[in-house]
Each structure stands twice: as structure tokens, then as C-alpha cells.
């Protein structure tokens, strides 16, 4: 907006200064041309003045033609009173200038016929105002003519914004309006775009998170009540303490589940406040690695040598490796790989194992929350919040096949820093 502001007033200025600046050189063109107008008018004056003392001035002043440029008339001396440093001036063959309203009179003695001629033209004075108003009215029909130009792609881009706001107000949640680089609003329609983005991401995990909520808890439930009923006819403490322990495990499934929607909810909270720091990926990666539970899986863990320090916060970071050594050692058969590198001005993370891995086609969906593939154990949730962690920390996350344990493979890139 501060762009749009900046363009307004460099136009009113430029066209302000730039049609003033013309027009008042057309104008003193024309002013210079008008300075002298009588020049040429008071020769031919003169002209008319020694011709008509000699031949017929009444026939001349009969065919003179009354609607030209120039009124031709005649009169009496003694009718033509004028002051007397004027009427010297008349005698001694001398123009005699005077002016009214409307037209400029040349007057000359015509010492034979004891009369004045008066020559009428069109006043300079009289075409000096009328190309004033003429050069004002070009002034500000230019004014608006630069203003209308400048301000119709501001107007047009405000009515595509206009329609995808009042298409998308209508349920069209995919309407948007396609960013212009020279448009003035911009940054306005690329904001436009993200809530809208945003608003279609949230009605779409609010009816997954009713799916989910809705088939992940309707079976423990359904788990439970059974539960309960059998315990109430069970017949000695062996049976009782079976059926308590199957309760006790679906509870810990809905607390599982609860917790998972919870950590989702918190990441999606638009107020969290991120402690960028500098942080040692490497050692971390280390640290969680050696907190992973002792089992069957074999991981193999190559931290590069050097220090990979990137800006990040420390407790989401560990969060998302977390979320991802966690999957791989639930889908893993036997091998597990972790390994971190730094190439030119990235630093990467690689987590991959021997499972099932995902499907291509599935491996953009399964970062939605509450989708899971067709292999999937859990609720849907750890690979949403890895890419919600990733976002805020604009790292690259891609999901493919390793090619060497043939299961899934996960590449996640951050920006590397020199050492602090």
C-alpha cells in the first residue's frame, strides 16, 4: 500500500509540474505572438489610409466585407474627439491606437477628405483570456486523462479482488485471484490468496478431524463398553484382570489420540512465538538417536564430522525428528538410517527405513493431518505436524524411496549458518 500511496503522488506531481510546465510554454509562444499583433495590422493601416485619401473611400468601405476579420469604417474629424496629445499625434500622419473590449482600433488621419479611418481588429487582450480558458481547460482535461490512465489497472485489479472475495463469500473455496507484478495491490492480493488458502486448509482438517475423531474413537469406545460388560460377568480375578488390562489399553490409545490432536491444534495456533537459535543438528540428531528405546531394529546412524548449525527452535526441531524416528521405527523391519550432511548453503537430514514406505501418489496427502496411507498404524498425525514444523522453519521437506533399504526415505534441507 505504501507503493500505491508513493505512485498516486509521484503522478499528481508529475502531471501537475509536467502539464504546467508545457502549457505554459504554449502559452507564452502564443503571448510572444500576440505581444506585437498590431504590427502588421498598422502597415496595412497605413496602406489603406494613403489609398483611400485618393480614390473613392465610400465605394471601397461599400464592398468591404462586413463578417471578415477585419471592420473597415470612416468619419468625420470633427466627429472624432480626442484628447489633445492624441489628436497631434493623428494629425502628424501617425496610428493612433485605442482598444475596448473586444477590438483593438487603429486610426489614421486622411489629411485630404479631413477624415478618420478606423481599422477593427479582434483585441489581443480578447484572444489572450479565451486561450487562458482554453489552455486551463487542456490543463485539467490532461489532469484527469493522466489520472483516469494510472488509476484504471489499479480500479480493474480492485474488481477481480472484488469478484474472487465475493465468489469465495459465496463457497467457492478454490476462487483466487491470479498476482500481477505491476499491479499497485500486490501485496494485498497475495494476502487475499493466503486466507483464503488458509480458510480452505481449516474447513478441510475441520471434516477430517470429524472423520477421524469420529472412526478413531468410536472403536475403543465401542472397545470399552464391551469391556465394562464382560467385566461385570466375569467369574474370578484372573478374568477380571484380563478384561481391566483391555481397558486400560484402549484408554491409552484414546489418550494417544487426544494427545496427537492437541499438538496438531497447538501447532496451528497462529500466535506461537518461535525461539530462533543457533542450533547443532548433528549432535542433536545424536542425542535423540541415544534416547530411542533398545529393540530387534538395527540403526545406523552417519553424523557428519564437522558442526551443522542451522537457526532453529530447539524444542519444535526435536519435535519433528522425534515424529520421524518415531515412524520409522514403527513401520521399520529391521534397519533404520539417519544421517545429516552439509552441501554448499543447505544443511540436510535424512531418516530412512526398510518398510513399506508410501505410495507416490499418497506421499503429498499423507502430510495433510488426519490422512493416513494404506500401510498406516496411527492416527495421521506425525507427518502433518513434521511439515507444519518444516514451514516455520522454511525448510524443504520431500518424501521418496530409498533406493537402498527400499522402504521410505525423508529429506528435509535447512539454510546453514557459519559457526557461532
Request: glycine share 6%.
Amino acid at each position: 500500500m505504501r507503493g500505491l500511496l508513493g505512485t498516486l503522488i509521484s503522478v499528481v506531481l508529475i502531471a501537475v509540474v509536467g502539464l504546467g510546465w508545457l502549457i505554459s510554454q504554449v502559452y507564452s509562444q502564443l503571448n510572444g505572438q500576440n505581444g506585437q499583433p498590431d504590427n502588421p495590422y498598422i502597415s496595412l493601416g497605413r496602406q489603406l489610409a494613403q489609398s483611400l485619401d485618393q480614390a473613392d473611400a465610400q465605394a471601397v468601405l461599400q464592398h468591404w466585407p462586413s463578417d471578415g476579420p477585419l471592420e473597415l469604417s470612416l468619419a468625420d474629424e470633427a466627429e472624432f474627439p480626442l484628447p489633445d496629445h492624441l489628436h497631434s499625434q493623428l494629425l502628424s500622419g501617425e496610428a493612433v491606437l485605442l482598444e475596448d473590449n473586444r477590438h483593438l482600433l487603429i486610426n489614421y488621419f486622411l489629411p485630404q477628405r479631413k477624415a478618420v479611418l478606423t481599422l477593427a481588429v479582434q483585441s489581443p487582450s480578447s484572444r489572450s483570456e479565451q486561450t487562458s480558458i482554453t489552455l486551463t481547460l487542456v490543463f485539467y482535461c490532461g489532469l484527469i486523462f493522466i489520472l483516469i490512465l494510472c488509476l484504471y489497472p489499479l480500479v480493474r485489479r480492485l474488481m477481480l479482488l472484488q469478484e474472487s472475495a465475493r465468489a469465495f463469500g459465496a463457497g467457492d473455496l478454490t476462487a483466487r485471484i491470479e498476482p500481477s507484478r505491476w499491479s499497485y495491490i500486490r501485496s494485498l492480493e497475495e494476502a487475499f490468496n493466503q486466507m483464503a488458502e488458509r480458510v480452505q486448509n481449516l474447513l478441510a482438517d475441520n471434516r477430517l478431524l470429524s472423520r477421524a475423531v469420529s472412526h478413531d474413537l468410536k472403536t475403543p469406545i465401542a472397545r470399552l463398553r464391551f469391556g465394562f460388560e464382560m467385566l461385570e460377568e466375569a467369574r474370578d480375578a484372573e478374568q477380571s484382570s484380563r478384561y481391566l488390562q483391555r481397558i486400560g489399553q484402549d484408554l491409552t490409545a484414546m489418550e494417544a489420540l487426544i494427545n496427537r490432536l492437541l499438538d496438531y491444534a497447538k501447532l496451528e495456533e497462529g500466535h506461537i512465538k518461535l525461539d530462533i537459535q543457533p542450533v547443532n543438528l548433528n549432535r542433536l540428531v545424536e542425542r535423540l538417536c541415544q534416547q530411542l528405546p533398545e529393540g530387534e531394529r538395527h540403526l545406523r546412524l552417519e553424523a557428519a564430522a564437522q558442526e551443522l548449525w542451522i537457526n532453529a527452535d530447539s524444542h519444535y526441531l526435536a519435535m519433528l525428528i522425534n515424529n520421524l524416528l518415531s515412524n520409522a521405527m514403527r513401520y521399520s523391519r529391521q534397519q533404520i538410517s539417519v544421517s545429516a550432511w552439509q552441501d554448499k548453503q543447505r544443511v540436510w537430514l535424512r531418516i530412512s527405513d526398510d518398510g513399506p514406505g508410501i505410495p507416490s501418489k499418497e506421499r503429498q496427502q499423507v502430510l495433510k493431518p488426519f490422512v493416513r496411507g494404506q500401510a498406516s498404524q496411527g492416527h495421521g498425525m506425525g507427518l502433518a505436524i513434521v511439515e507444519r514444523i518444516a514451514v516455520w522453519h522454511k525448510a524443504e521437506l520431500t518424501l521418496a524411496s530409498d533406493e537402498i533399504l527400499g522402504g521410505l526415505c525423508v529429506q528435509i534441507s535447512f539454510a546453514a549458518i557459519e559457526t557461532p
